[in-house]
């Protein structure tokens, strides 16, 4: 079978650059929604969720309004870069952030809520600053919230169709991911190729959800 | 070494007014009923609750209270009543974490983890040890840190009798062995008598009094708090004399002698004994065939009835020290007791509360 791989490297590409772009924005808004008694919380809560409830195509088609060079957005990207964020790979990366931002903020505001005050006012107290508390307290203790929040990120942004067909079009090699893929194989009638990209897609993300289950489930975090 | 805290925080059933100098030495006891708001001054001190209405001032150094010093520059000690070790971290990790973020200070860590007695805990896990291994554990913690003064908030308040039993009198001798002030938040009188050599009592958000704990053990308002039951005094002596045959240890009150049960201590030993004033018994004349050894002479400073009971507190000035009693007021009517009048306090030997003696092994 000479399957074309190109599209699922593309994906898995696409789902890592993603998923590190989350944890660097993530984490801080994780952080201050899990910290914060502004009245702002909940309305910022919402938003966070939206991608949840939205369907892709309803994201996708404002993320297509604003990533178009024709936007201030797109405009300005374009002017700075000399590259439009619409049918490229960087305007997939930033219309997957905003896809993936619950999978990734989520898990790691619960995590540092289950963390409280307690011990970040004990590493205070043995005169650790805020950020030594963040990377040396929290962090660690909120290491399960950031085992969820990358799989679920990852795997997320792999299954991802909707947005990307709104966003990035169908161009191989920039922005044809696996499940453009598998939708252009069924289109074209054919099922060899689709079922063979469609197996890959399933097997490994069931092994991913496998793998964080049972280590979530055998090994109590614990960092030394 | 002085601290003083000015506080004026809403609370939720009350107000918290704090205007308070604490000299912090040795261990300064802040006692009151649960939820008077204790806990809200030692994280002001720390440095964990801001707020418009209060100031921190240690020692001339402005803490609190215009700019606000961060908790992490205060080098205070916190130890929680849950502890807070960090999960993540062993023993010996927990220990590092404060080594490497102390600045200054000569607290060695043999010397921590030798008088809290957990070298045999360094490699375990946090969630292997027992309450009061946990509490020991941040103690040492808290005392790697190297803090100019520790803040202990009811470390004790889930232990039960034996753990308690054995940390208390480390608690009393932390300002001596590392030259760390104390303040000790609790709502247990018998705390207070062993570990405390002041107290600042607290009632609904406000001190209401404050001084060395002799004496503030035998004020009024300490009855309102503690109960009743648990009133009384203590005397502070040294181990004079054992009798081995007769199982009996003699203490020396300011050159009063005091007859109790054998106790383990070498001659010279300085104690704290806490006589309950319900154990006190008040005579006119010396009884004669009487098994109650010991027998003192004294006279009445105070005689304060008690409204709506049969009793009435009577304080007595033994020369070098002071007992209360608790007697009925028929007894007072009877006998012709009165401020002033002389009497013999009698107190039984066994009496003397022996959980009460720091530094003592028991038998």
Known sequence: MNADLAPLWLSLRLALVTTLALLVLGTPLAWWLAMTKSRVKPFLEAVTALPLVLPPTVLGFYLLIVLSPNSAV??????????????????????????????????????????????????ATLGASPIDRFFSVASPLALRGYITGFVLSFTHTLGEFGVILMVGGNIPGRTKVISIAIYENVETLDYAQAHWLSAVLLGFSFAVLLLVFTVNRRIPVKVI | MALSVRIDLPRKDFRLRIDHMFSVKGVTALFGPSGCGKTSILRVIAGLEKGAGTEVIWNGTPWQGGAMMPPHHRRVGYVFQDAQLFSHLNVDANLRFAEKRATGGDIQRDDVVVTLGIRHLLGRGVADLSGGERQRVSMARSLLSQPKLMLMDEPLAALDHRAKAGILPLIQSLPRRFGVPVIYVTHALDEVAQVADSVAMMKLGEIIDAGPVAAMLERPEMQSLTGRFEAGSILEGTVSAHDMAMHLTQVDVGGVPFEMPFLDAPVGTLLRLRVRARDVTLATERPKGISTRNILKGTIMR????????????????????????????AVRDLGLSEGSDVFALIKSVSFDRRALPGVKQR
């Open chain 1, 74 to 123: 797109g405009g300005l990207f374009l002017s700075v870069t000399g590259q439009s964020l619409t049918f490229s790979f960087t305007g997939l990366v930033v219309a997957s952030v905003v896809y993936s931002l619950p999978f990734m903020v989520q898990p790691l505001q619960s995590a540092f809520e289950g963390v409280g005050r307690g011990p970040l006012e004990a590493a």
């Open chain 2, 303 to 330: 005689l304060m009835p008690e409204a709506e009971t049969a009793f009435s507190e009577v304080l007595i000035d033994l020369g070098p020290a002071h007992v209360q009693a608790r007697v009925t007021h028929a």
